[in-house]
Structure formats: C-alpha cells, structure tokens
C-alpha cells in the first residue's frame, strides 16, 4: 500500500477516535449535570409547622432537620412552632443537606410587679424595665387615694402575663371661684376677703390718679369673671 494512502488512512482513524472522544466527553457532562440536578430539590416552607410536621416534610424530599437548642420567644408564632428557617423557602439545596430551624417559645410572657400605690409614672417606668406592656389604663378621681397613684391593677402582681391594665386615681377635683370684678374696691379690705378664701394676694402700688382715694383698686389680675383656684395669685394694683 501506499505511504500516502497509510498516512490518509491512520489521519482518519485519528479523526474518528477524537469526534468519538469527544462525543463521549459531551455526553458524560451532560448525563453528570443531569444527575446533580436530579439531586437538586426545592426547599419547602416551614415557618409555622411543628416540629413533627417539618421532619415529616424534609423526610419526603430527602433532607434532614436540625433544630437549634435556643428556643426565641415569638409573640406571632405558637410555642413549638417553626418561626424561621435556614435556608430560606423557594431556594434549592442537595438531598440529603439539613434545614436549620428555629422554633418558638411563644409570646414573651414576664412576671407583673406590684404596682398599687405607685406613682404613675413610677408605674410606668418599672413596667418598661420588666418588660411588661401598659394595656388599658382608667382614671376616676377621689380624695381617698393619693393623686396620680394606681389603685388597682389586671392581673395581680407576680401574674404571668404580657401586659397589665391599670385604674389610677387622679385626685379630687379642684374647687374653682369665679373672680369678682373689685375694681373701686378698698384694696386692703379686699385682700382680706380674698385671701379668706385661700387665694395669694399681692397688692402693688401704682401712679396717683386724681379724685380717687388712697388704697383703692384701680386694676386686678386675674380680670373679674374668669375662674379661678384657691391657690392662684391675684394681684391687685391701687392708689399710693
């Protein structure tokens, strides 16, 4: 035969085991991305689940559950519930990986203190250290308890709960006067009169005004008609 006919013979010899060669590269890449990915699986939603119903549900998949020892309170999520998970819901993961997930302890729940007696805001701010949230506060007002105090409260103190309502006493109502117009009046006498009733009077000397007497009230503060207190001040200006 040939030299040249050999050499044409063994280059297509060389040709066919390189296409069959690589015929069998592109299917064995292709087969191998095929298998992993029969692999691949969903990772379902397990946020709400108990822990019996996500081990259940990974188990049909093929993936494993691990659970985190600390449980979190959670006030959305029952206790023994799934409340968050790793890695999240939709994304893909091998068979045969584990789900982290941790699990609820249910609503924070602390222990109410004693509040009766308490200011306000006393009240206030040892329910913000402890934890515990202000439900429905109610007033009335009585001169039996002190002012601005908590008389009673929902639940009792060293109760488990998430809040506590409180009934404060506001004091009893201020008694108020109508101010008396005393322009005219003696300024002395006058001040007598109004501090009989518990109001602080100051009188204030003023400019001479001719015709009126010395010590007559020529203007006042509050003016006649408005309410007041017992212990609000009157000021009342007269003739020197």
Partial sequence: MPFGTRVW???????????????????FGVSMRIALKSRDVEVPKLEGLTVSEATETLGVLGLGLRVDDVHRPDNKVAAGHVMQQEPAAGT???????????????????????????????????????????????????????????????????SQAPQVSLLLNR??????????????????KAAEILRARGFRVSIVGTQQTPGVPAG????????????VGPNDTVSLEVTP
């Fill in 9 to 27: 013979g063994f280059g297509k010899t060389l040709v066919l085991i390189g296409a069959l060669g690589a015929t069998f590269l592109i299917s």
């Fill in 216 to 227: 007559t009230i020529i203007r006042q503060q509050p003016a006649g008609g408005f309410q």
């Fill in 171 to 188: 004091g009893e109502q201020a008694q108020s006067f109508v101010m008396p117009d005393v322009i005219g009046m003696d300024g002395p």
């Fill in 92 to 158: 893909t993961a091998r068979r045969q990986r584990t789900i982290r997930v941790w699990v609820s302890a249910g609503p924070h729940v602390t222990t109410v203190p004693q509040l009766i007696g308490q200011s306000e805001r006393t009240a206030r701010i040892r329910l913000d250290q402890d934890g515990v949230q202000i439900g429905p506060v109610s007033e009335f007002r009585s001169a039996d308890y002190p002012a601005d105090a908590v008389v009673a409260q929902n639940p009792a103190p060293m």
